[in-house]
């Protein structure tokens, strides 16, 4: 997260002079407000160059829920999730027009940093991507860099209380200073998850978090982002049906950039309202 952000520009806003007439609105179906929404996403759509990644957008995502993403390779599930911390910002050529906003506060007003709306916002990847450093600085560099850690002790307690909440703390504990890239794939994930969660983010977005990791690591990290719900707003980008089902409370299915439908897990998956959706969940497509 802090490589990337600490490279990104600030330049990057809503483009208010892009020709929006030629995007329809898009009728999604279901409700698409939450009653705790931190996140609210309106008519959002995002470009890259003269091509569309996602269109007309609307959504909230709510505290502790789980947002599952779902739809076929290419229909804009990482583009509608890099939206949320700005990680487009990054990516020659990509536009954005919409509104997004974080608790109210519009994540493209220029006087908002874009490196704390990234803390606010924490991501993690498909491929476990820790710092070259220890399992400690991996999770120790996050409040060190935004001041959340005056001391050394003040540092050691959020490492720990991190790790523990990511389910790490008793298999690294006597390894601390140990490099973070030694530990296995499923270690690495929950590792990345401890980073993230270090700097008390109000938002986590993961995108496709377990498609590296063997069923056991898998199966781990479900049963955290469940714990994890009941702290954060989490947006989880999957392409497992089962993994949807089990871990989410609602779920987003997008088709070709365009959100087509959002409901509560169970209706989705037993009850859909759109063709589109009930072909992708009954395995017609994708
Ligand atoms: P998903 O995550 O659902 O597979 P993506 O968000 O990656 O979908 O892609 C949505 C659309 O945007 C696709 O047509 C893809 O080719 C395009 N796209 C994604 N990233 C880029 C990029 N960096 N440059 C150009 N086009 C991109
Ligand atoms: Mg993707």
């Given at each position: ?5 600490a490279?990104?520009?600030a ?7 892009a020709?929006?007439?030629r995007?329809?609105p ?7 407000h939450?009653?705790?929404a ?7 759509t995002?470009?890259?160059?003269e091509?569309?990644g996602?269109?007309?957008v609307?959504?909230d ?5 789980v ?6 390779s290419?229909?804009?599930?990482s583009t509608?999730?890099?939206c949320l ?14 509104t997004i906003?974080l608790?109210g506060?519009d994540?493209?007003d ?9 803390a606010r916002v924490?991501?993690v990847?498909q491929?476990?991507?820790p ?5 400690y600085d991996n999770?120790?560099?996050g409040p ?8 050394r002790?003040?540092t ?13 703390w008793?298999?690294v504990k ?15 994930q ?7 969660i270090a ?8 995108d496709?978090?377990c498609?590296a ?12 982002i469940?714990e994890?719900r009941q702290q954060?707003?989490i ?11 089990r871990v989410?409370q609602?779920?987003a299915?997008f ?11 169970s209706?989705?998956?037993t ?9 992708y ?6």
């Amino acid at each position: 997260m802090s490589t990337v952000a600490a490279s990104a520009t600030a330049a990057f806003a809503p483009d208010r002079t892009a020709d929006v007439s030629r995007s329809e609105p898009y009728e999604t179906v279901g409700e698409i407000h939450s009653p705790s929404a931190r996140i609210t996403v309106r008519d959002v759509t995002v470009w890259y160059g003269e091509k569309i990644g996602i269109e007309n957008v609307n959504i909230d995502i709510g505290s502790n829920e789980v947002l599952a993403l779902v739809g076929p390779s290419g229909c804009g599930k990482s583009t509608f999730l890099r939206c949320l911390n700005r990680m487009n910002d990054i990516i020659d050529n990509c536009r954005m027009t919409g509104t997004i906003r974080l608790d109210g506060d519009d994540i493209f007003d220029p006087k908002l940093d874009v490196v704390l709306l990234r803390a606010r916002v924490g991501m993690v990847f498909q491929k476990p991507n820790p710092f070259p450093k220890s399992i400690y600085d991996n999770v120790a560099y996050g409040p060190r860099i935004h001041g959340l850690a005056e001391t050394r002790v003040d540092t050691d307690e959020i490492v720990q209380r991190s790790l523990e909440r990511a389910g790490l703390w008793e298999e690294v504990k006597d390894r601390l200073e140990q490099p973070g890239t030694g530990l296995s794939g499923g270690q690495q994930q929950r590792l990345c998850i401890a980073r993230a969660i270090a700097v008390s983010p109000e938002v986590i977005l993961m995108d496709e978090p377990c498609s590296a990791l063997d069923p056991i690591a898998t199966a781990r990290i479900e049963e955290l982002i469940d714990e994890l719900r009941q702290q954060y707003a989490i947006a989880l980008v999957t392409h497992s049906m089962q993994q949807a089902a089990r871990v989410s409370q609602r779920t987003a299915y997008f088709h070709l950039g365009h959100l087509v439908e959002v409901g509560e897990t169970s209706q989705i998956f037993t009850n859909p309202r759109h063709t589109l959706t009930e072909d992708y969940i009954t395995g017609r497509v994708g």
